[in-house]
């Protein structure tokens, strides 16, 4: 059973930073794995993901500079280093694994708030 359990998120102020992470188990790790937000009221939203078969991450514009994928193969966790938060970067940030066409497990989500 594939299971993703995210952890980290928290309050935090502007220019603060984050570490999130996502442990990961029941499939073959690192595979290709994303990470996903939903800020308040508004859609979902890819932020960066990692391709283990590759071993190459991208990233939403937004995010590029400030945010850092990476993974610990040994503890099968997948990560996300998340500094110079804007209050644009509250949301509610999801772990997910890539299928073939679209992402096929979830994890439940991690509240991050950037406030002062």
């Known amino acids: 059973e594939v299971q993703l359990v995210e952890s980290g998120g928290g309050l935090v102020q502007p220019g603060g930073s984050l570490r999130l992470s996502c442990a990961a188990s029941?499939?073959?790790?690192?595979?290709?794995m994303s990470w996903v937000r939903q800020a308040p009221g508004k859609g979902l939203e890819w932020v960066a993901n990692f391709n283990g078969h590759r071993g190459k991450s991208a990233y939403t514009d937004a995010v590029k500079g400030r945010f850092t994928i990476s993974t610990d193969n040994a503890l099968k966790t997948l990560d996300l280093q998340m500094n110079g938060l804007v209050s644009d970067d509250t949301a509610v940030y999801y772990c997910?694994?890539?299928?073939?066409?679209?992402?096929?497990?979830w994890g439940q989500g991690t509240q991050v708030t950037v406030s002062s």
């Open positions: 997910a694994k890539e299928g073939d066409y679209s992402f096929d497990y």
């Open positions: 029941g499939f073959t790790f690192p595979s290709v």
